[in-house]
């Protein structure tokens, strides 16, 4: 598994055209991706809104997943045992879940303020 940093510094693509994109710019390597979005202290430490996590199968845990983003970026091991994360928008019940290829995982920090 890899992660690839996205190259656009706008706001994320909707999801219908983020796969339109992808049938034609990206190859058949690249079929099995899952764009992480990192949110809050997340993007502070990461330095960047989205990346795309290649796998080489059609799903994966969340605890796999975790484990990926702490070898890229170490400085995220408090931040992570703080987050929230979500799989296709909907917050994920526990590290086990699985994330299917093309699916889509927001890394959600928790937010003070008020």
Do not use: W
């Amino acid at each position: 598994m890899s992660l690839l940093p996205t190259k656009r510094n706008t706001q994320t693509p909707t999801r219908a055209r983020l796969n339109d994109r992808f049938k034609f710019e990206m190859s058949n390597e690249l079929e099995h991706a899952i764009e992480i979005l990192y949110f809050a202290r997340a993007r502070e430490l990461t330095g960047i809104r989205s990346e795309l996590l290649k796998i080489d199968r059609e799903r994966i845990s969340l605890r796999e997943i975790k484990s990926v983003l702490l070898q890229r970026y170490p400085q995220l091991l408090e931040c992570l045992k703080t987050c929230a994360f979500a799989v296709e928008q909907e917050y994920a019940v526990d590290d086990d879940q699985l994330v299917l290829a093309n699916d889509e995982v927001a890394v959600i920090p928790p937010i003070s303020g008020g």
